[in-house]
Nanobody
Framework: QVQLVESGGGLVQTGVSLKLSCAASGRTFSSYVMGWFRQAPGKEREFVSIINWSSGSTNYANSVKGRFTISRDNAKNTVYLQMNSLKPEDTAVYYC??????????????????WGKGTLVTVSS
């Protein structure tokens, strides 16, 4: 059974950095893409970033491009989201997700097969 467990969230001030981790287990993810999504209070879940586990190809939402970096550690079966220059509008629950496939341009939440429970990131002004 696939399990995705996020960690690393917290309360930070505007402008600082935070690194989220997603520990994946339950299968081999070499033919999967792994993504980060977020959901702010009162808003729909939205795409943040995605990575092809095998090739390392990535894609980012325009709102985080240049500030966030997604990466993976194959040996640790872990995906990371390095978030720099955080803004109050980045406040949300951040979810790790996975789906079979290789393309990094299919980014709608409904396309993802597996989800973690999320980790809360709060950015104060």
């Amino acid at each position: 059974q696939v399990q995705l467990v996020e960690s690393g969230g917290g309360l930070v001030q505007t402008g600082v950095s935070l690194k989220l981790s997603c520990a994946a287990s339950g299968r081999t993810f070499s033919s999967y893409v792994m993504g980060w999504f977020r959901q702010a209070p009162g808003k729909e879940r939205e795409f943040v970033s995605i990575i092809n586990w095998s090739s390392g190809s990535t894609n980012y939402a325009n709102s985080v491009k240049g500030r966030f970096t997604i990466s993976r550690d194959n040996a640790k079966n872990t995906v990371y989201l390095q978030m720099n220059s955080l803004k109050p509008e980045d406040t949300a629950v951040y979810y790790c997700a996975a789906r079979a496939g290789v393309g990094v341009y299919l980014t709608v939440p409904t396309a993802m097969e597996y989800w973690g429970k999320g980790t809360l990131v709060t950015v104060s002004s």
